[in-house]
């Protein structure tokens, strides 16, 4: 014998649910095909920009998977030094960039993903305002909070915008965009938001400071260019206008709040490179120093002098030769590090000078030699202070 069952309630709600849902769909396909009917296509220019741009700098030694910096830097790379120095263009350019097909891949799945509907609710020029505005805060707030990072790059900061523009427009709008069409794009900007995260802990160049402002920068200037959606038209000239001075507006008001960067590119950047230099030549020449310590027992005074002269003093000389000429702002922290490693570097010369001088007979200068050393240690602790983030 066979019972049959009731009707199950929650099969009901859900079928309900489903139908409400299907309504909604309807509705808004109707509000976007008679209030937006214009398709979007900037986001695939947008698309083929950024491939393009990737592209071509491979001939010139971008790399297809690992980032050449000087290659990105000579193309527009975000760098805080270089914005200190007036390059204020890479705060866009950067957003053209990308390091390695990886990079480029999934921030143009990305793009697609969010790209279409975005371009299709807010209308096509206040879609690309959005997106450039949005390039620009985050460029601006991966400088901001980190001046002397690495250099930057990536569309990942205007992607998030699209994101902060469609929590805006929902804002706005929110009881004429379906759950479901919304609940598909968070879920497509959640994996790009854990993507992005992880890239940035992980790779080289990728600043989640940057995904901050962007979304910062595209929700403000979303809720500017929302209008809503059962009303025909998308923002006009007027709203334009004001979208694109507030972007002027935040640059306005963050450039000067910018925190100064240990050096100014590209002014600024022979002194930062030699002290890059003399600091991997005193590691060199500390390795140098120690093999000839083992060494000693078995070479003769004279070879040994020979070799502290030619191994180490001449070395050394020419690291001191490398900073004289070198200047840089007496405000700036480079100044610092060139003193604080000029000094180190002269106690290095003069304490050479003397064990050779001392080994060809002079044996007062094995003593100044002594006094020199005791000196060795806080000079190097005074360079590694001015090499110190602050």
């Not at 709203?239 to 050096?263: D, Q, S």
């Amino acid at each position: 014998m066979q019972v049959m069952g009731g009707p199950d309630p929650g099969q009901d709600k859900n079928e309900a649910r489903q139908v409400a849902e299907a309504a909604d769909m309807d509705a808004f396909v109707w509000l976007l095909a008679y209030h937006r009917p214009q398709l979007p296509l900037l986001f695939k220019l947008l698309i083929g920009i950024n491939v393009a741009v990737f592209l071509a700098m491979l001939p010139f030694g971008a790399g297809l998977i690992e980032a050449n910096s000087d290659v990105h830097m000579a193309w527009g790379a975000n760098f805080g030094a270089a914005i200190a120095g007036g390059q204020y263009w890479r705060l866009l350019t950067a957003a053209f960039l990308h390091f390695g097909l990886l990079h480029l891949v999934f921030n143009m799945m990305a793009l697609y993903s969010l790209g279409a509907l975005t371009e299709r609710l807010f209308g096509r020029w206040p879609f690309l305002v959005l997106y450039l505005g949005a390039a620009i805060t985050g460029s601006l707030a991966s400088v901001y909070f980190k001046p002397d990072g690495a250099i930057s790059a990536g569309a990942s900061g205007a992607i998030f915008g699209l994101g902060g523009a469609l929590a805006a427009f929902w804002l706005r709008n929110g009881r004429v965009v379906p759950l479901s069409v919304l609940r598909g794009q968070w879920i497509n900007l959640a994996l790009f938001i854990g993507f992005s995260v992880f890239m940035g802990v992980t790779a080289t160049g990728i600043d989640n400071a940057a995904h901050a402002g962007g979304f910062f920068g595209g929700a403000v200037l979303g809720l500017l260019l929302t209008t809503p959606l059962h009303q025909a038209g998308t923002a006009g000239p007027a709203r334009l206008g004001l979208g694109l001075a507030t972007i002027a507006l935040i640059l306005l008001t963050m450039l000067p709040l910018l925190p100064e960067p240990a050096y100014r590119y590209p002014a600024e950047k022979p002194a930062a490179d030699a002290i890059v230099e003399v600091l991997r030549e005193d590691a060199r020449l500390g390795g140098v120093a120690r093999k000839l310590d083992q060494e000693r027992t078995s070479l003769s005074e004279e070879v040994f002098r020979q070799r502290l002269e030619t191994d180490l003093l001449l070395p050394w000389r020419n690291a001191a030769r490398s900073l004289n000429d070198l200047t840089a702002r007496p405000e700036s922290r480079q100044a610092e590090r060139l003193e604080a490693l000029r000094a180190y570097v002269n106690l290095r010369v003069r304490l050479y000078e003397h064990y050779v001088a001392g080994l060809r007979g002079d044996r007062a200068r094995l003593r100044e030699a002594e006094a020199v050393a005791s000196q060795l240690k806080p000079a190097a602790d005074a360079v590694r202070r001015s090499l110190e983030t602050r």
